[in-house]
């Protein structure tokens, strides 16, 4: 499976950030749709069938839901990683046009720090975001400190009848 950049915004400021100095460096990078077209076409003659769009907040993208898409027509097969924190008019364009595609053709990982971390506002998007892609979504939580706890993860998959499955990230040590 490929992971394909599509900003180098995002909302967040996570510690762990593996993309911190690129969101520290440039906030106009996007990915073109010439861009996009030929990875598309490059898949397609390659057989590769999983990409994985990241960020950043992919979401950010100007052309995201036309991008996932495109990537649909293409028959290939999308995972999206996510902060969940998307500002309303992203979120209704996405339900709109996203909510009918598969799972199997479509889902999302969402990047689901504590939420004692996050603002009040920031909670009310991630659980509009939730509510919307219940099933097509898998929270994720990275390993960053010696101390965590999972539950809230649990308590959320259930609340919001998410897939019943966490992805784990180990997150590397970032020098300073
Ligand atoms: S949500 Fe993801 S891209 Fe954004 S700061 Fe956190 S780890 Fe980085």
Redesign the pocket.
């Known amino acids: 499976m490929a992971n394909l950049l599509l900003t180098e915004k995002?909302?967040?400021?996570?510690s762990?950030?593996?993309?911190?100095e690129y969101?520290k460096e440039s906030k106009e990078n996007v990915l073109s749709w010439e861009n996009l077209i030929y990875v598309a076409d490059l898949f397609e003659a390659s057989n590769e069938r999983h990409i994985s769009l990241?960020?950043?907040?992919p979401t950010l993208h100007p052309d995201f839901v036309d991008f996932v898409l495109y990537l649909f027509e293409r028959k290939l097969k999308v995972n999206v990683?996510?902060?969940g924190?998307m500002a309303n008019k992203i979120l209704e364009t996405a339900r709109k046009n996203l909510l009918n595609i598969p799972f199997e053709n479509l889902s999302f990982t969402c990047?689901y720090?504590h939420p004692d971390t996050s603002t009040s506002n920031e909670t009310k998007q991630i659980n509009k975001f939730l509510q919307s892609f219940s099933k097509s979504i898998t929270l994720g939580f990275?390993l960053y400190q010696p101390n965590f706890e999972l539950k809230y993860l649990v308590d959320a998959i259930l609340k919001y009848d998410l897939r019943k499955h966490i992805r784990l990230g180990l997150a590397q040590p970032i020098p300073g």
């Open positions: 995002c909302v967040r400021a996570c762990y950030c593996f993309a911190k969101l990241l960020g950043g907040e990683f996510t902060s924190i990047n720090n990275n």
